[in-house]
């Protein structure tokens, strides 16, 4: 339920705070006051779109927060999935600035099409020329189950029960394939197994190839250098040699050593050196015996690791992708091999729970059509009552000839649509296609006093749904709207006074002028405010003392018609 709505530098708007609750809430005031304005402050906060031209003249941004109370678990549940921490209350919030959109909820920010999905669930705002929920074909098949009670909701849980096995047995089935199908793809999958176990495929090889490539692409160099270091050091030379230099250093110092007992120290280092030099040079001169650059080895490298990048690239990237692909692979060849027994056993199964499917579907449209006609005799008197004698509604079925459990989806074979005929001699229509605004009203709110406790929506706005109604049509409009509004928060823009007279709270939106600028306000009338603005609803602008006495006893008609509910 709607429990507050503050609207900031919407249009003639400055600063607003409206207070709501439960059962009918009645908005009225002078045409230009600033109904509307109140309505697509809401429509924004919803997350409906909005021009820039909505923001206050002169301000920097327009800002709405509605604060709603006992949504209920399922958009408790839905705020969760979209990662919105639910509390006692939520509030939603949309800025708008010449340059951007902010939209929260709870606190936190989501994105334009979020908040309109969980406004869509918090409040169904239905005006003479849009389409909301009921108006949406997708709709009329849940809202016709929904009016069917239990049985349809049985009917449709054992439909999704043997469909749900039905498109599990058909996915198996399509895993195996027929004979030359599985042939086919034994074929493909013995080729990719041994490709990969051909391969052998080691983790961390191609980083070793390609280390062992770059030595043999510097092979010259490599050789070279280590010829020469190794000849430096081990006597290569025949003017030096770093161990002949180190054993005459030795020498000499091992002279002189007893006459300093530094010098010993020198001769112990002088002696670990020319070890460490030697064994340097033994390492090098193995290197170079060892040595295998020939063009031989190095072609080796080059194919191996071609092969290596070959693979990894078909068989998903990387060794560990490969690796995996080879153990899928296996499992699925072992099972393929191994399927024609569970192959038939499918065929027997699917054919069995495809009847299943088709009778389910079947049930559940004959149970539909049932439902469909009491749905129809209701929503026609409703109509009659609501001033169209001659109107005609029906419930559309495409037909179900010739479905097979293929066709079928979670709705069956169904494709329901509402269909009207507002005038006598008239074709009956989809419901989209009414015309008049008047014939608009009184169906919407003929179907919604019977839905309304369906949808399960907690707020209902009603944006001037009494254009074109007068008269007894008029009393009845108020009171079925009324009925709405015992179970559900209802909203209502009118100009009715019937209507008006039905409010359980009753706000006035007036327009004023100060030196520089046009401001709307709303006030919660009194008893007294009630009666004058019911008597202006009569009379006009100019209602006259007559009108008051009249707006009395429409205002003890409107609780005595409320008391006997």
């Given at each position: 339920m709607l429990k507050e709505l503050h609207v900031q530098n919407v249009a003639l708007i400055e600063n607003l705070a409206l207070n709501l609750g439960k059962g009918l809430n009645i908005l009225s005031g002078e045409t230009g006051a600033g109904k509307s304005i109140i309505i697509d402050s809401l429509?924004?906060?919803?997350?409906?779109?909005?021009?820039?031209?909505?923001?206050?003249?002169?301000?920097?941004?327009?800002?709405?927060?509605?604060?709603?109370?006992?949504?209920?678990?399922?958009?408790?549940?839905?705020?969760?999935?979209?990662?919105?921490?639910?509390?006692?209350?939520?509030?939603l919030r949309r800025t708008m600035t010449q340059d951007r959109n902010e939209c929260r909820v709870n606190g936190s920010t989501v994105t334009l099409g979020m908040l309109k999905s969980i406004g869509e669930k918090l409040a169904d705002i239905h005006g003479q020329h849009e389409h909301q929920s009921l108006l949406k074909v997708s709709t009329h098949v849940s809202l016709l189950d929904a009016y069917g009670g239990k049985n349809t909701e049985a009917a449709g849980r054992n439909l999704n029960a043997v469909l749900g096995k039905?498109?599990?047995?058909?996915?198996?089935?399509?895993?195996?394939?027929?004979?030359?199908?599985?042939?086919?793809?034994?074929?493909?999958?013995?080729?990719?197994?041994?490709?990969?176990?051909e391969a052998d495929l080691k983790e961390g090889e191609e980083e070793a190839l390609l280390a062992e490539r770059k030595k043999f692409r510097n092979a010259e160099k490599i050789l070279n250098a280590v010829r020469e270091s190794e000849g430096l050091l081990n006597g290569g030379y025949e003017s030096f040699s770093a161990v002949f230099a180190i054993n005459k250093a030795l020498n000499l110092i091992g002279q002189v050593s007893q006459f300093d007992d530094g010098l010993s120290a020198v001769a112990d280092r002088l002696e670990s050196a020319k070890i460490e030099v030697k064994d340097v040079a033994d390492t090098l001169k193995a290197f170079l015996d060892d040595a295998d650059f020939d063009d031989f080895a190095a072609e080796k490298v080059e194919k191996r690791l071609e092969l290596v990048r070959q693979i990894t690239r078909k068989y998903g990237g990387s060794v560990e992708s490969a690796k995996d692909f080879l153990d899928n692979a296996e499992k699925e060849y072992d099972f393929l091999v191994n399927a024609d027994e569970r192959a038939n056993e499918l065929n027997a199964e699917i054919a069995l729970t495809a009847g299943e499917v088709v009778s389910a579907a079947v049930l559940l449209h004959e149970l539909r059509v049932k439902n469909a006609k009491s749905f129809e005799e209701e929503i026609n008197r409703q109509l009659r009552e609501l001033g169209m004698p001659s109107a005609r509604f029906s419930v559309g079925f495409a037909s179900i000839e010739g479905k097979s459990a293929d066709d079928c989806n979670n709705n069956g074979f169904d494709s329901v649509e509402f269909m009207i005929s507002p005038n006598k001699g008239e074709p009956l229509k989809p419901l989209q296609k009414i015309a008049s605004g008047g014939e608009m009203s009184r169906f919407m709110l003929a179907l919604k006093n019977i839905t309304a406790r369906l949808d399960g929506i907690e707020t209902m706005v009603f944006d001037e749904i009494d254009t074109g109604i007068s008269g007894a049509t008029a009393q009845v409009v108020a009171e079925k709207l009324y009925n709405i509004a015992c179970d559900r928060q209802v909203i209502a823009v009118t100009h009715l006074p019937q209507l008006a007279s039905m409010a359980d709270l009753h706000y006035k939106i007036e327009k004023h002028e100060t030196e520089d600028k046009t401001v709307t306000d709303v006030f919660l009338l009194d008893e007294k405010g009630e009666l004058d603005e019911i008597a202006r609803l009569i009379g006009g602008s100019s209602y006259s003392e007559h009108a008051i006495p009249h707006a009395l006893e429409m205002k003890k008609h409107a609780n005595a018609f409320k008391n006997g509910i």
């Open positions: 429509n924004f906060v919803l997350g409906e779109r909005a021009d820039k031209s909505l923001i206050r003249n002169g301000a920097s941004k327009a800002v709405v927060e509605g604060v709603f109370e006992n949504v209920g678990d399922e958009v408790n549940r839905f705020l969760e999935d979209m990662g919105v921490e639910p509390d006692d209350v939520l509030v039905y498109r599990s047995l058909t996915e198996e089935w399509k895993k195996i394939g027929d004979a030359s199908s599985r042939e086919r793809k034994l074929d493909v999958l013995k080729y990719q197994i041994d490709e990969l176990k």
